[in-house]
């Protein structure tokens, strides 16, 4: 070094003196670490560096590794892979994401519009080459936020995929904000559909999040600011299973409700429907999953369910079904019904699907007149004649949709029947004692979309 870049003046002999020491120091340094890999071996050092960096060696160089490593040169086709997944690459991105945003920001027209993508496909590289990392997505959902509110107006669209994100991560209080950024933008104005499809969603993932973890400090939140805003409410899918009297308070308080999705997580009986009396007149959507309920819910929804249009309930106890005059789609599936005469009521009614039942010839007396409207009729696995099914086709005359699949009891009458209706346009059938020949045959004169296939 004095040889080639310093002089033999004291300035220079110090620097020259500084340099040695920071060379002897990182000599020793090197010395120490090279120690400790010795002991760990070169091995498992390589294998390790490879899961960090995504350089991955051959396996005759690891090989060479653990037999002859002091001897061993790294040379360039040691290398088998060279994996996109690493922590530096996703840093990388990151900042080049982070930079082409904030340059997206102070853009106008279609520069800012291009400097967005570039900024998104980088914030989205950044996701895959660290899935499921709460950090990355949290960066992400918060740039896609500043740009739905970088404009004259809010960029919905933008604003629910960010929020989609926050919830993915469970990031309460970034969905908070959310919440409290949109009643503030619109206070004073009419809030639009996609406004308060939004603040639904917000709201959904808070009583998620405030059941599973008895917040007192969300509940007082929902109260406060999400109430007006929850119109549809799923609870469903709770890991594990939770008690009624933990959702109970938070459905109570939804007095904007319209559409109501409970599965048997919830634990939801009979009694649990009487103590939400007050909020069944406003609801027009009612989803039921697997819950213990029986003829005594049904009598309720008869008497306070003024506003009932769609009704789904599967795989509860039940033998009478609900008719609420103002029904359009009746589904219960994988109950216990025995009569559905009742229905005649519903002079609405457009879909009708009651599969595997207990319904014969009997429980459906009386019935078929009402059903003139029908587009819909699924019959699956109960035990109905050729009579009935010929009877209400000749009333349904709007049928677009007929599924009789596992119907034992039918013949190739129904088929022959089948071809004279031409507003059908789909037929399952599969699992019924039809003959290939009829089958055959109605494929020929019909329009409609055959399904004999079980599979």
Not at 33 to 57: D, M, N, P, Y
Not at 105 to 114: I, M, S, V, Y
Not at 201 to 208: E, T, W, Y
Not at 307 to 328: D, M, Y
Request: charged share 20%; proline share 3%; aromatic share 6%.
């Amino acid at each position: 070094y004095s040889t080639n870049f310093y002089c033999d003046c004291e300035p220079c002999a110090l620097r020259n003196q500084s340099t040695l020491k920071v060379q002897d120091d990182l000599m020793n340094k090197f010395g120490i670490l090279h120690q400790k890999i010795r002991l760990c071996g070169w091995a498992k050092f390589f294998s390790r560096v490879g899961e960090l960096t995504g350089v991955q060696i051959t396996d005759e160089a690891i090989r060479e590794l653990k037999e002859n490593c002091d001897s061993f040169v790294f040379v360039l086709p040691d290398i088998a892979e060279l994996q996109a997944t690493t922590k530096e690459m996703t840093t990388l991105r990151l900042a080049k994401a982070h930079a082409l945003h904030y340059n997206s920001l102070n853009a106008l027209g279609r520069e800012r519009t291009r400097l967005f993508r570039m900024s998104r496909d980088h914030f989205k590289k950044a996701v895959n080459d660290a899935p499921g990392s709460p950090k990355v997505i949290r960066q992400y959902a918060s740039a896609l936020k500043e740009h739905a509110y970088a404009g004259n107006s809010i960029d919905y669209k933008l604003l629910a995929e960010s929020l989609h994100k926050y919830c993915e991560t469970k990031d309460i209080e970034n969905v908070k904000s959310v919440i409290l950024s949109l009643i503030i933008k619109h206070q004073g104005k009419e809030v639009t559909e996609e406004c308060a499809r939004i603040l639904n969603k917000a709201a959904h993932m808070l009583i998620h999040e405030c059941i599973t973890t008895h917040s007192d400090v969300l509940v007082k939140f929902i109260e406060d600011k999400c109430r007006p805003w929850i119109r549809r409410l799923e609870l469903t899918k709770f890991s594990p299973a939770i008690h009624p009297e933990r959702a109970l308070p938070i459905v109570k308080m939804c007095t904007a409700l319209t559409v109501l999705s409970i599965d048997a997580t919830t634990g939801f009986d009979d009694a649990s429907f009487v103590a939400i009396g007050h909020i069944l007149p406003q609801l027009t959507h009612i989803e039921l999953s697997g819950l213990q309920i029986t003829d005594a819910t049904t009598a309720l929804f008869n008497e306070c369910c003024t506003s009932l249009v769609n009704l789904q309930i599967w795989g509860s106890p039940i033998s009478v079904p609900v008719a609420v005059p103002t029904l359009e789609c009746f589904d219960l599936s994988d109950c216990m019904l025995t009569d559905v005469s009742s229905l005649s009521a519903c002079k609405n009614l457009r879909e009708l699907v009651v599969l595997r039942n207990q319904l014969t010839d009997a429980s459906f007396a009386g019935l078929s007149t009402s059903l003139s409207g029908l587009k819909v009729l699924v019959l699956d696995g109960n035990g109905v004649s050729d009579s009935l099914v010929i009877n209400l086709l000749d009333h349904a005359s709007h049928l677009e949709v007929l599924s009789i699949a596992g119907c034992t009891h039918l013949t190739d009458k129904v088929l022959v029947h089948l071809a004279t209706c031409k507003s059908i346009k789909i037929i399952l059938l599969y699992s019924c004692p039809f003959s290939t020949e009829a089958i055959a045959q109605l494929r020929t004169v019909s329009n409609a979309s055959l399904d004999d296939n079980p599979g």
